[in-house]
């Protein structure tokens, strides 16, 4: 696609960051965007691919820059943001299924993954995590062929790059630039990067240069042509000094010198005599900035025909025809879906993909063996408790416990889940890999298993030790926990999402921990009129006042004190009792309602919270 944009302006917090930027490039060719450091690249590279507002004309194929348009653009961060716990041929499988169309067989997608993979040569590392800052996985380089793969799926016309080489050695830099080079000459892609000071090597790939100097255009032209340039302004280089160094030196060191390059990027410059900003040797009759040129030059040339002499089979990327029989203004014009998937793909592998990354993160040894030892502590402390009175409050700690601890450990697993993933989701949403709804059911489902099964085996081994109420109310306990934990996890990913930063994250969930546990009905039964109402805001209430009425309701009678005088029920004192009904113990405490009263608030509790999670998500944390 020919890709051209004229006098490109944004402004922010009222200050010009771009001002009359143009440029043209053609299918093949590969433009460099350099400058020093706040010149605007990357605010160029952003606008470019439609993410900022602007004025001015960016035109692709004669066509205005629309959705349709934009869905044949990728857009290759600086920042790789992967998972760190899949593999790349997870994460590449991943990327294949939901963002190539749904018309394409499963067959077809992964035949075009291989492509991608061989042709920039990461077949060694499919088995390898993508790993993170915690955990080591690919290396630099690997992350960013992963990155650029990611995008190259697809079959983009149009491909951007922020500073792709950054954090890379100069051999793995001149290895992803060649590779690079190669795919855009042989599929006649039109690619536009963002650089800082590259080698000579990768300097000379790029067929043209767009230097920006404070947000206006020092140079735009052929790259072989900038040294040229420098010297007509009167700015001369130093034998065998790199140009892509040179030319940002010259532009940070003298605002002279910026200033001439600008007015003759305008085609305004002055005549009349030029102070130099080097000095020119000579050199057997011939000045050392053309021995200069001359020898950059051949390298340039040397490397185009490198490229272009490459076996295309090497490169070759669609192998697999998605309309390019098609006129391209035409088929970038049309009303395409906006989405390459439908709903049911989406969902089903974004579960997928969740559940494998969650599996890590949840089911760990350390946390299986965390929760094994907490359930250890509890059967030896409430090991067989007697159903007397004088054990009540123990029964009811017991209760308390396994609500409390089965509510907060997933709500605070929750809570540092999607801060975790939030990088990764915003760059995918930007890029519109599929829809929010998709993710977030996805999300919703995926973890349920993994956040129930501990849980699970912990109550199945608790109950029957602590000497709970008999084996219906077995049942019903595993099914209230189990909506208990549900319900603290709902609460943990509302903070996660509402909250920006893992700590102010943390610091909600604390406060909100201490005062639901006060709330709960185990440490006191006599709040203050005035904040009693505050009680029914805490899902613990719910579900501790729910397992007391499976433990008391319909049980068997509890034992009087050994003390009748000391009994707090007055039916032992009565001659001949020995025994507490059930049901009066939660009369005593004022557990009132059915078990369904206290279950219908925690489903309440449950889906409030979701639906709060989904609506800040879509409102309120959207990706920029």
């Known amino acids: 696609m020919d890709f051209e944009f004229t006098n490109i302006c944004v402004e922010a917090a009222g200050r010009l960051i771009l001002q009359n930027v143009s440029g043209t490039l053609k299918p093949g060719e590969l433009l460099a965007i350099m400058g020093p450091s706040g010149a605007g690249k990357t605010t160029l590279l952003n606008t470019l691919n439609g993410r900022k507002q602007f004025s001015g004309s960016i035109l692709v194929n004669g066509s205005p820059l629309n959705k349709a348009i934009k869905r044949n653009m990728c857009y290759v961060l600086q920042q790789e943001y992967f998972f760190g716990n899949l593999t790349l041929n997870d994460t590449l499988q991943f990327t294949a299924m939901i963002r190539l169309p749904e018309e394409m067989s499963r067959e077809n997608k992964m035949a075009r993954m291989n492509a991608v993979v061989k042709a920039l040569q990461l077949e060694g590392c499919l088995g390898t995590i993508m790993g993170d800052m915690f955990t080591p996985g690919l290396s630099g380089g690997e992350r960013k062929r992963a990155n650029i793969a990611c995008e190259l799926l697809r079959d983009p016309a149009i491909i951007f790059l922020d500073e792709p080489t950054t954090g890379l050695d100069s051999s793995t830099s001149a290895s992803l630039m060649s590779l690079l080079k190669a795919y855009a000459v042989q599929e006649r892609k039109t690619v536009i990067a963002s650089i800082h000071q590259p080698s000579s090597q990768i300097f000379f790939q790029f067929d ?4 920006l100097s404070g947000g206006q255009v020092a140079y735009f032209g052929l790259t072989e042509n900038v040294v040229d340039h420098f010297q007509s302004v009167g700015v001369e280089i130093a034998d065998d000094y790199n140009p892509a160094d040179f030319i940002l030196e010259a532009l940070a060191e003298s605002a002279e010198v910026r200033e001439k390059l600008l007015h003759a990027a305008n085609g305004s410059i002055r005549a009349g005599p030029i102070e ?25 040339a040397n490397t185009t025909e490198e490229t272009s002499g490459m076996d295309p089979g090497s490169v070759r990327m669609s192998l697999l025809d998605l309309d390019n029989d098609l006129d391209a203004k035409d088929s970038v014009t049309n009303d395409n879906q906006k989405w390459p998937t439908g709903f049911w793909t989406q969902y089903s592998q974004l579960t997928i993909r969740t559940f494998k990354q969650s599996r890590s993160r949840i089911l760990t040894v350390n946390k299986c063996a965390e929760n094994l030892l907490v359930c250890a502590f509890v059967c030896l402390i409430f090991f067989q408790l007697p159903r007397t009175e004088d054990t009540l409050r123990d029964r009811m700690g017991a209760v308390f416990f396994i609500a409390a601890h089965w509510s907060f450990t997933p709500l605070f697993d929750a809570v540092t889940s999607f801060p975790m993933e939030r990088m990764v989701i915003n760059k995918e949403r930007l890029a519109g890999w599929y829809r929010l709804s998709a993710y977030y059911l996805a999300k919703m489902t995926s973890e349920l298993l993994l956040i129930l099964i501990q849980p699970l085996v912990f109550v199945i081994l608790a109950y029957w030790v602590i000497n709970l109420n008999g084996i219906a109310a077995f049942f019903a306990t595993l099914g209230t926990v189990m909506l208990n934990s549900v319900a603290g996890q709902s609460f943990g990913l509302f903070v996660g999402i509402a909250c920006l930063q893992v700590n102010q994250a943390m610091t909600v969930s604390i406060t909100f921990q201490m005062a639901i546990m006060l709330l709960g009905g185990l440490f006191t039964r006599n709040i203050p009129v005035f904040i009693d109402w505050m009680k029914y805001l805490s899902f613990l209430y719910y579900s501790f006042h729910s397992l007391m009425v499976l433990e008391f309701e319909h049980a068997q009678p509890v034992k009087c004190s050994s003390s009748s005088n000391s009994s707090v029920f007055l039916v032992c004192q009565e001659t001949n009792v020995t025994s507490i009904p059930s049901h009066m113990v939660l009369e005593y405490y ?17 889906v409030i919270f979701r639906v709060l999670g989904y609506i800040t998500l879509r409102y309120f944390r959207k990706p920029f």
């Open 208 to 211: 043209k240069l767009l230097l």
């Open 276 to 300: 130099k900003f080097s000095v020119t040797e000579q050199n057997n009759g011939k000045n050392l900035l053309d021995k200069v040129s001359e020898k950059f030059t051949k390298k340039k």
């Open 590 to 606: 004022d557990i009132t309602w059915s078990y369904w009263q206290y279950i219908l608030p925690l489903l309440l509790f449950t």
